[in-house]
């Protein structure tokens, strides 16, 4: 991996393309994006080798990670918010909807079309508005999404209904308030029930690993090249973090990401715990530490009248 590669605000860099350049993700460029890949496919180093490259940058974490936690709860120290169980993410997806209703009245408000205003200053994103006014971005991180859809009972239905629709409206909507899905999965598509093509039609990053059928690989890549499908099923076993990244362009290339233990990517977290942000709409799902919570941040007032 390049050392001294810095990328832009909101980037990471995670990986290697084949052809030596390196693999960044940039969520002003592709605000939300879908991993797919079968166990030890490399999938959950991705999401490792993610984490520890946005750790160091100004902005939250969030975690869903219904294992119970056992793939996100290491790096709780730079979580702003953790859930590890299915009512808990009900939860934690109704205050993420919560903060991008309060961020949208922040944008309306001070978005400059009051009189008088250049029109260079009109913004319709919060990286419009002046940086003492723009509320932290957030990346949301789903470890197993089908975790979210799957149902034990008809008793679980009106929950599972419920998180759904709530993660349409932040794939459809939250971006521009610096809100950004990170979706991971072994599979992902229609049988998961209702509302599952309409989430993935919105997740427009699309990185696929070594997956157990055909299938899969056409979920996250039929609609993006069906050469990059045929890439992604001839990944060999013994080639974990190898993976075809494409986009709603139609470009794909392969990628692979450096082996990253968790122990090294929870140290990092550890050290840059003094940067995480105290959101208070995500504050009762705040991952209990032992490391003291950093002082609220600044939240912009939302008042009446012009700016």
């Known amino acids: 991996m390049p050392r001294r590669l810095a990328p832009g605000p909101l980037s990471a860099t995670v990986a290697l393309r084949e052809d030596g350049r390196p693999y960044i993700r940039d969520y002003q460029e592709i605000p939300h994006g879908l991993t797919l890949g079968a166990n030890k496919s490399g999938k959950s180093m991705h999401q490792r080798c993610l984490i520890k490259a946005l750790a160091s940058q100004s902005v939250a974490l969030v975690g869903i990670d219904c294992k119970r936690g056992v793939e996100q ?136 690993h070594r997956c157990n059928d055909k299938q899969t690989a056409e979920m996250g890549l039929a609609d993006v090249n069906e050469l990059a499908v045929a890439a992604a099923t001839s990944i060999a076993p013994e080639r974990a973090g190898t993976a075809i990244v494409g986009d709603s362009s139609g470009n794909w290339t392969r990628i692979r990401t450096p082996k990253t233990s ?34 609220p941040a600044a939240t912009p007032a939302i008042a009446s009248g012009t700016p």
């Open 73 to 208: 709860g290491p790096f709780a120290p730079r979580l702003s918010a953790l859930a590890t169980t299915p009512d808990q993410a009900e939860g934690l997806l109704d205050a993420l909807v919560e903060e991008m209703e309060d961020r949208f009245d922040l944008l309306c408000l001070h978005q400059g079309i009051a009189p008088g205003t250049p029109l260079e200053d009109i913004t319709s994103d919060i990286w419009g508005l002046p940086k003492k006014l723009r509320p932290v971005p957030i990346v949301v991180l789903i470890d197993e999404i089908a975790e979210l859809f799957l149902i034990a009972s008809r008793a679980d239905t009106a929950r599972r209904d419920h998180m759904v629709t709530q993660l349409v409206r932040l794939a459809q909507l939250a971006r521009a308030v610096g809100i950004y899905l990170e979706v991971c999965g072994q599979r992902f598509g229609s049988e998961l029930g209702k509302g599952a093509t309409a989430l993935r039609a919105q997740l427009t990053g699309r990185v696929v």
């Open 262 to 295: 968790l122990g090294e990517v929870a140290a990092v977290c550890r050290e840059f715990a003094h940067l995480t942000p105290d959101i208070p709409a995500l504050a009762p799902f705040r991952p209990a530490t032992g490391i003291p919570a950093p002082a």
